[in-house]
């Protein structure tokens, strides 16, 4: 299964995590994979590249994790991008939850 965790702090996204393998269907098969995939390097790449919003990231096998580290008007846009992507996700849970979780953590 697909984990997919948002923090939250003040109702406002400050990052996410996504680890895990969907077993959808064999290797190179994989749809709801390959969508979680897609999804998540468009909002990350769309933070680091296009926004050049200050952002850790944090890539190892099966895992991504990437979190906002300031304020502004480039986080601020960041901000958005985790939005969608938690949009995306919860739309794919909607269909796939047996593949795919999306959760809300609140941080300190």
Request: with cysteine; hydrophobic share 50%; charged share 20%.
């Amino acid at each position: 299964m697909i984990k997919a965790q948002f923090f939250e702090k003040q109702g406002s996204l400050t990052g996410v995590r996504v680890s895990g393998h969907a077993g959808f269907a064999d290797f190179g098969q994989d749809i709801v994979c390959a969508s979680v995939t897609s999804a998540v390097q468009m909002a990350v790449n769309g933070i680091t590249e296009i926004l050049k919003a200050p952002c850790k990231v944090r890539a190892e096998e099966n895992c991504i994790e990437a979190l906002l580290s300031d304020q502004g008007e480039a986080v601020q846009a960041a901000v958005l991008l985790l939005e969608a992507l938690r949009l995306q996700l919860t739309l794919l849970e909607e269909d796939y939850g047996k593949y795919v979780k999306v959760i809300v953590l609140e941080v300190l």
